[in-house]
C-alpha cells in the first residue's frame, strides 16, 4: 500500500482545521492520534500489551473508562452526546488514518436501514453534510464508497479507478448484510450474500475484507453490537482497529451493562452547557392543579398546551428566519404514547372538530411500534421525512423511538402516561436536541427543547436536579393566563419598508392584507394607522414596473452609482427603465402596453419616493492587509471575592460521568497532576485564543496567583487539590475573563472597500402573540419588563417602516425624540444584517437605531447608565464609531453626502425636553486616533 503519509500532528492539526471540528470532535481525534502511536494497530500486534497501554492512559479519567477492548481486537468507544455530531467523528477518523499512512480501507457498520442510508448520504460529496468537506487529501481523489448494493461489482477489490491511484476505500453496511440475507430467496441456513462466493475474487467479499491487512471498523451507534450474533460477525471481519460511537456506551436489553472501553465520554450536561445542542425545558400550565382532573381531562389539557407551545415555537422559527435571511424550519410536536390503541384513539382526537375546530386534520402522522416496542425501518424512514415536509405538525409515536431518527425540527413533546425518569432519558429527549441552524441562534423558542408534562412537572425538576440523572437542570416554562406562552393563537408579522408599504397600497387596501385571519389586530399592521403617500400610476402594469424596480434593478444599480441621490438622475432613470423592461420581457411581464415616456415617468416618480424614504447606508468590506497576532500582557488577578470550598468525596462521585462505583478523589486513582497549577492550566488551553507554547509562563503565574489564594484560607494541600478538582473549569472560565480584559493585538492594516452607495431597507418580522400584541408607541406598557413583546405603531412619515420593537422603554422614549425633532428626516430601528459592522472579536453588531438629519446622519446606541462602561458595550462603541469614521472618509466626503457620526446615549439622559442636537452635544464618540490610522481606504 502506497499512501500519501503525513506527520501526525499535521494531520490532526490540518483536520480539525478543514472539518472546523467541535470541542469534543478535537479531543476524540486528539485520542485516536495517542492510541495509535501507543499500540500501533495491526494484523500481528500483541492485543494484551495494546489493552494495557490504553488502560495505563485511561483506564480512570473523569470523560473515560478503559478496562477491556471486549473484542477479540482493539476496539475503542468514543461516547458522545447525540446532536454533537458523530458522523462527522467518523469521516476524521477516516480522514487522519488514511493521511498517517496507517489505513486504506474501512468498513463503516450501521445498526438499521435508516442509519445506513444517512451514512450513505453524507459520504456523499454531493451532500451538504458531506463528512469530508475542505480535506485536501480527499479533494482530488474522493474515497470510494462500496455500499451493499454495488460491492458485487467488485469495485471495492480493483480499488478507486482504473488508473491504480490509491484512494481510500470505504464499505458502509447495515448489520444485518453480514447477518443474514434478507432476499425473499434466502433459506434457513444459507450464509449472508456477502459471505457467498464471488467468482471473479475466488473467495467471498467478506472473506477479501477480513484478509486485509489494514481494515479499520467504525460502528456506529456501537451498543447495538453487542449481542452475541452482532459480536461474531464482527469479528470475523479481523480488523486491525474498531473504533465504537456512541451516545448511550451500555450494551441493550434487560441485562444491560456499561462498556468498559470508553476512552472518552462528553456527555448532554456538557453539550448543553457549551451550546452544540438544544437546551430541554419543561412546560406545564400556569396556576394548574393537575390533580383537580381525571387522566383523559389531563391528556386533553396536555395536548392543547403542546399545540400552543407548538404554534409558539412555528412563529418564531419564521420570525427568525424572516428576520436573518435563513431558511424557514418546519416544527412538530411529538406526541408519545403507550400503545397502539391509545395511540389511535389520541389521533382520533387531534384530528377531530373538537379539537381547534379540526384545524390539525390531516396534518398528523401516527407511526406504530411493532410488538417489541421498535418502529420498522420503513417507518423510521417516514420521520426522516418530516424536516423537509413541512405537512406535519403533529406526529403520535408509540413507546421508545430507535437510533437514526434525531431531527432538527422537533421542539416540543407530549409524553402521555409516562414517569419522570422515561422522559429524563437520552432516548426522549436525544431525539430532538439537534439545533436547527447547527448552532444557538439565541432566540429561546429556537434553542430550546420543551417536554410538556403537567402532571410530572415537579417530579422533572426535582429529578434534573439529581446528579446521576441526564440532566442536572430544566428550564420552566408556562403556558396559559398569566405565564411565559399565550394560550392565544401566535401570529407573525410582517414589517416591509415604508416604501414596500407604499406600492402594496397600490395594488390593494390594508384591510385585505393578511391580517383577515386575525381581525382585531389587523387595523395597526396595516397602513391606516399612518397613510403613506399615495403614487400617481395606478395601473396593474406601472405597479409591476416599479415593483420590478425595487426587488429586480436596484439592487445590481446600487452598485454602480455614486449615491442615493443619483437615482434622480435622467440619465440614471433611462438606464432603470431599459433594465427593467428587458427583465419584464424575459419573464413574459405585463409591459407591453407601457410606452417608453409613461414608463420613464413612473419609475421617476419610484426612484423620487425611493430616495426620500431611504436612509442610504452604504456597504463597506473592511479586509485585514496582513496577519493579526495577538497575545496577555501580565497582570494580577482580582481574587477578592474568590471564596471557593472543597467538594465532598461524594459530590465528585455524583458528578463523574461513568458506571463505575468507586471514588475518583485525590490519590485513589486517575491522572492526577505532579502541580496543583496544571488542573487551572489544563482547562485554560481548552480556550481557542489560548496557544499553550506561546502562554506557557503567563498562564502558569496565574495559576499560582489562585493556588496561593486558595491556600491563604483552606487548611491544607489536600483541600486546595480537592476544591481545584470539583471547580477547575469555573475558576478557568473567570480567570479567561479578566484575561481577555489584558489582551494585546499587532496593529495591522486593513483595506476599506465600497461595495454599493445604498442598501435596500430589508423586511423585518416580529412575532404578534399575546393579547393587545399591538399598541401606539407614545403609550408605554402597564409593567415595562413586558415591553418586548408589543410592536409598536403609529409613528409618522418619518419612520421608515411603520413598526418597531423596542428592547427597552429608554429606546420607546428615544422614538418619540426622533418623531417631534424638527431636525429628523428619517429613522428606523434596523433589523438583522442591515448592517455590517463586526466588533474586534468578530461578532455582529445591530444598531437600535439609525438616523438621518438636515445635515448628517447617525448611529444611535441606547443603554443603561451603569452599562456605559462594560466591556461588550466599549467594544460595539468602537467598531461603530470606526463604521462611521470609514463612511465618512470614504463615501460622503468624496461624493459630498451626509457624514456618518456614532452617538451612545445613557438612559438617564432620555429626558422628556431632550432634543438630537442636545444629545449630539454630549454624547457623540469618536474612534480612537490610533485605529483611525489603521485603515487604508482603496478605490
Given at each position: ?208 475484507l477480513a484478509g486485509l491487512d489494514d481494515l479499520v471498523l467504525l460502528m456506529d451507534e456501537a451498543h447495538r453490537y453487542r449481542g452475541s450474533a452482532g459480536a461474531k460477525a464482527i469479528a470475523e471481519l479481523k480488523p486491525i482497529l474498531g473504533l465504537e460511537v456512541t451516545a448511550t456506551p451500555k450494551s441493550v436489553g434487560a441485562k444491560s451493562a456499561a462498556f468498559k472501553n470508553v476512552v472518552y465520554r462528553y456527555d448532554l450536561p456538557e453539550a448543553m452547557k457549551d451550546g452544540y445542542i438544544k ?549 428606523m430601528k434596523p433589523g438583522p444584517n442591515q448592517f455590517k459592522i463586526f466588533d474586534s472579536e468578530g461578532h455582529a453588531y445591530q444598531p437600535d437605531f439609525v438616523v438621518e438629519t438636515e445635515t448628517e446622519r447617525l448611529i444611535i446606541e441606547t443603554k443603561r447608565r451603569s452599562d456605559m462602561n462594560d466591556a461588550d458595550v466599549r467594544r460595539k462603541a468602537d467598531a461603530a464609531s470606526l463604521w462611521c469614521f470609514i463612511a465618512t472618509e470614504h463615501h460622503a466626503k468624496k461624493h459630498g453626502d451626509k457624514p456618518w457620526r456614532y452617538v451612545l446615549v445613557p438612559d438617564d439622559a432620555m429626558l422628556p425636553n431632550a432634543t438630537v442636537e442636545g444629545l449630539l452635544s454630549q454624547f457623540v464618540r469618536a474612534p480612537d486616533a490610533d ?9
Amino acid at each position: 500500500m502506497s499512501l500519501p503519509i503525513v506527520d501526525h500532528k499535521r494531520a490532526e492539526t490540518q483536520i480539525y482545521q478543514r472539518l472546523s471540528l467541535r470541542k469534543p470532535q478535537s479531543e476524540s481525534l486528539r485520542r485516536l492520534a495517542d492510541i495509535v502511536d501507543l499500540i500501533a494497530p495491526s494484523k500481528e500486534a500483541d492485543i494484551d500489551r495494546a489493552r494495557e497501554a490504553i488502560r495505563a492512559a485511561y483506564g480512570d479519567l473523569d470523560d473515560a473508562y478503559f478496562e477491556d477492548f471486549e473484542r477479540d481486537f482493539p476496539s475503542v468507544c468514543f461516547a458522545l452526546a447525540t446532536g454533537v455530531g458523530k458522523t462527522r467523528l467518523m469521516g476524521a477518523f477516516v480522514s487522519y488514518l488514511f493521511m498517517i499512512g496507517k489505513s486504506r480501507n474501512f468498513f463503516v457498520l450501521a445498526p438499521n436501514l435508516t442509519i445506513y442510508e444517512k451514512l450513505l448520504a453524507d459520504f456523499q460529496p454531493s451532500s451538504p453534510k458531506y463528512v469530508f468537506k475542505g480535506v485536501e487529501a480527499f479533494a482530488h481523489n474522493p474515497p470510494l464508497i462500496v455500499n451493499a448494493e454495488n460491492y458485487e461489482e467488485g469495485r471495492g477489490v480493483r480499488g478507486a479507478d482504473l488508473l491504480g491511484q490509491e484512494a481510500a476505500i470505504i464499505n458502509i453496511f447495515n448489520i444485518s448484510k453480514i447477518n443474514s440475507d434478507t432476499t425473499s430467496s434466502a433459506r434457513k441456513g444459507q450464509l449472508p450474500r456477502i459471505k457467498r462466493l464471488q467468482e471473479y475474487i475466488g473467495e467471498s467479499y467478506f472473506s477479501y475484507l477480513a484478509g486485509l491487512d489494514d481494515l479499520v471498523l467504525l460502528m456506529d451507534e456501537a451498543h447495538r453490537y453487542r449481542g452475541s450474533a452482532g459480536a461474531k460477525a464482527i469479528a470475523e471481519l479481523k480488523p486491525i482497529l474498531g473504533l465504537e460511537v456512541t451516545a448511550t456506551p451500555k450494551s441493550v436489553g434487560a441485562k444491560s451493562a456499561a462498556f468498559k472501553n470508553v476512552v472518552y465520554r462528553y456527555d448532554l450536561p456538557e453539550a448543553m452547557k457549551d451550546g452544540y445542542i438544544k437546551e430541554p425545558a419543561v412546560g406545564t400550565r400556569a396556576n394548574f392543579d393537575p390533580k383537580l382532573v381525571d387522566e383523559d381531562t389531563l391528556e386533553r389539557i396536555k395536548l392543547e398546551d403542546g399545540i400552543h407551545y407548538h404554534e409558539h415555537v412555528k412563529v418564531q422559527l419564521a420570525t427568525y428566519a424572516k428576520q436573518n435571511e435563513k431558511p424557514l424550519v418546519h416544527p412538530f410536536m411529538l406526541v408519545v404514547t403507550q400503545d397502539t390503541d391509545h395511540a389511535r384513539r389520541v389521533r382520533e382526537f387531534v384530528e377531530s372538530d373538537s379539537f381547534f375546530e379540526g384545524r390539525y386534520k390531516g396534518r398528523v402522522a401516527e407511526i406504530h411500534s411493532k410488538l417489541t416496542g421498535e418502529e420498522s425501518d420503513e417507518n423510521a424512514q417516514r420521520l426522516l421525512n418530516i424536516e423537509k415536509s413541512g405537512d406535519t405538525d403533529i406526529v403520535i409515536h408509540v413507546n421508545k423511538l430507535k437510533e437514526g431518527w434525531d431531527v432538527s425540527n422537533l421542539f416540543t413533546i407530549v409524553p402521555l402516561r409516562a414517569s419522570a425518569s422515561d422522559i429524563l432519558t437520552e432516548q426522549t429527549l436525544g431525539r430532538g436536541l439537534r439545533l436547527p441552524y447547527g448552532k444557538r441562534t439565541g432566540v429561546d423558542a429556537v434553542d430550546t427543547l420543551t417536554v410538556i408534562a403537567h402532571d410530572r412537572f415537579n417530579d422533572l425538576i426535582e429529578k434534573a436536579k439529581d446528579a446521576d440523572g441526564v440532566i442536572h437542570s430544566l428550564k420552566q416554562v408556562k403556558i396559559g393566563e398569566g405565564g411565559d406562552i399565550s394560550a392565544a393563537k401566535p401570529v407573525m408579522v410582517e414589517a416591509p419598508s415604508v416604501i414596500e408599504q407604499m406600492l402594496k397600497q397600490v395594488v390593494r387596501p390594508p384591510e385585505d392584507e393578511v391580517a383577515a385571519e386575525f381581525a382585531p389586530a389587523a387595523k395597526p399592521y396595516g397602513m391606516s394607522d399612518n397613510p403613506a403617500p399615495a403614487f400617481t400610476f395606478q395601473k396593474e402594469e406601472e405597479v409591476a414596473l416599479a415593483q420590478t424596480v425595487l426587488t429586480d434593478v436596484l439592487p445590481s444599480i446600487k452598485k454602480q452609482v455614486a449615491t442615493i441621490r443619483d437615482l434622480n438622475d435622467e440619465k440614471v432613470v433611462k438606464r432603470i427603465v431599459a433594465d427593467a423592461m428587458a427583465i419584464q420581457r424575459s419573464k413574459g411581464g405585463l409591459f407591453s402596453d407601457l410606452t417608453k415616456e409613461r414608463a420613464e415617468e413612473v419609475v421617476k416618480e419610484f426612484c423620487a419616493a425611493f430616495v426620500a424614504k431611504t436612509i442610504a447606508i452604504p456597504s463597506l468590506t473592511v479586509t485585514p492587509q496582513d496577519h493579526v497576532s495577538f497575545g496577555f500582557q501580565p497582570f494580577k488577578l482580582d481574587l477578592g471575592s474568590w471564596n471557593y470550598q472543597p467538594l465532598s468525596r461524594e459530590l465528585l462521585v455524583q458528578v463523574l460521568r461513568t458506571e463505575k462505583q468507586t471514588v475518583i478523589s485525590g490519590e485513589e486513582g486517575g491522572d492526577v497532576p505532579a502541580r496543583l497549577e496544571d488542573y487551572l492550566v489544563a482547562k485554560l488551553i481548552d480556550f481557542d485564543e489560548i496557544d499553550y507554547d506561546a502562554h506557557a509562563e503567563l498562564l502558569y503565574d496565574l495559576a499560582g496567583q489562585v493556588v496561593a489564594h486558595l491556600r491563604g484560607y483552606l487548611k491544607d494541600d489536600e483541600e486546595v487539590r480537592a476544591t481545584l478538582q470539583g471547580w477547575s473549569r469555573d475558576m478557568a472560565k473567570a480567570m479567561f475573563a479578566q484575561m481577555r480584559q489584558n489582551m494585546w493585538r499587532t496593529t495591522t492594516t486593513y483595506r476599506v472597500t465600497l461595495n454599493a452607495a445604498f442598501s435596500e431597507l430589508k423586511p423585518q418580522a416580529f412575532d404578534g402573540s399575546g393579547k393587545d400584541a399591538v399598541r401606539n408607541f407614545r403609550e408605554p406598557p402597564e409593567r415595562l419588563g413586558e415591553i418586548k413583546r408589543f410592536i409598536f405603531t403609529g409613528f409618522g412619515p418619518r419612520a421608515c417602516y411603520a413598526q418597531a420593537k423596542f428592547d427597552s422603554d429608554t429606546e420607546r422614549k428615544m422614538a418619540m425624540l426622533l418623531e417631534r425633532d424638527p431636525t429628523v428626516e428619517l429613522w428606523m430601528k434596523p433589523g438583522p444584517n442591515q448592517f455590517k459592522i463586526f466588533d474586534s472579536e468578530g461578532h455582529a453588531y445591530q444598531p437600535d437605531f439609525v438616523v438621518e438629519t438636515e445635515t448628517e446622519r447617525l448611529i444611535i446606541e441606547t443603554k443603561r447608565r451603569s452599562d456605559m462602561n462594560d466591556a461588550d458595550v466599549r467594544r460595539k462603541a468602537d467598531a461603530a464609531s470606526l463604521w462611521c469614521f470609514i463612511a465618512t472618509e470614504h463615501h460622503a466626503k468624496k461624493h459630498g453626502d451626509k457624514p456618518w457620526r456614532y452617538v451612545l446615549v445613557p438612559d438617564d439622559a432620555m429626558l422628556p425636553n431632550a432634543t438630537v442636537e442636545g444629545l449630539l452635544s454630549q454624547f457623540v464618540r469618536a474612534p480612537d486616533a490610533d485605529l483611525r490610522g489603521r485603515y487604508e481606504l482603496s478605490e
